[in-house]
């Protein structure tokens, strides 16, 4: 009897595994919480932004190229997320090859601002105050997420970790 209930699919989880708790919260920022973070951050970048094109010699050009970083990383985050919420094989591996690329990304972006735009002097402190913040909720989103993937229960028993 027990063979037969080893064979069949998992169609009730056990207390403490599938797509509940944490996890569900995880697979919503990734899959719905990312892009609509992101999209807001475009558009208020750009906004504050576009004023300074003919100031700020190479912003209108790191603007795109950040663009594209960061609509390369919705779109991972959201395989990442649709992967852990319907359970395939590989998806925790997925979803924390997204966390370091989305922390690569970060590094790049920010040594990119240095690299591609003409800061004028007077708008250093400013910025940097900024950068820092950012790289500040990065690194505890990072933390946060990567930290759950790796000690969590749920994680554990919904992937069947041994």
């Given at each position: 009897m027990s063979e037969e209930i080893e064979s069949q699919d998992r169609t009730v989880s056990a207390p403490g595994e599938g797509?509940?708790?944490w996890l569900l919260v995880l697979c919503i920022v990734l899959t719905i919480g990312t892009?609509?973070?992101a999209a807001h951050n475009l558009i208020s970048n750009y906004q504050q932004a576009s004023s300074e094109f003919d100031y700020v010699r190479g912003l209108e050009e790191y603007l795109f190229f950040v663009t594209g970083l960061r609509l390369f990383l919705v779109i991972f985050s959201m395989h990442a997320g649709i992967s852990?919420?319907?359970?395939r094989p590989h998806a925790v591996r997925t979803a924390k090859l997204y966390l370091w690329l989305f922390l690569t990304a970060?590094?790049?972006?920010i040594v990119m601002l240095f690299v591609m735009v003409d800061w004028p002097e007077d708008r250093m402190?400013?910025?940097?105050?900024?950068?820092?913040?950012?790289v500040g909720q990065s690194l505890i989103f990072f933390a946060v997420c990567y930290l759950y993937l790796t000690r969590s229960k749920r994680v554990k028993a919904?992937?069947?970790f041994p």
């Open positions: 797509i509940g708790g892009p609509f973070v852990l919420w319907t359970e970060l590094m790049a972006g402190e400013t910025l940097l105050r900024e950068v820092a913040i950012e919904t992937y069947l």
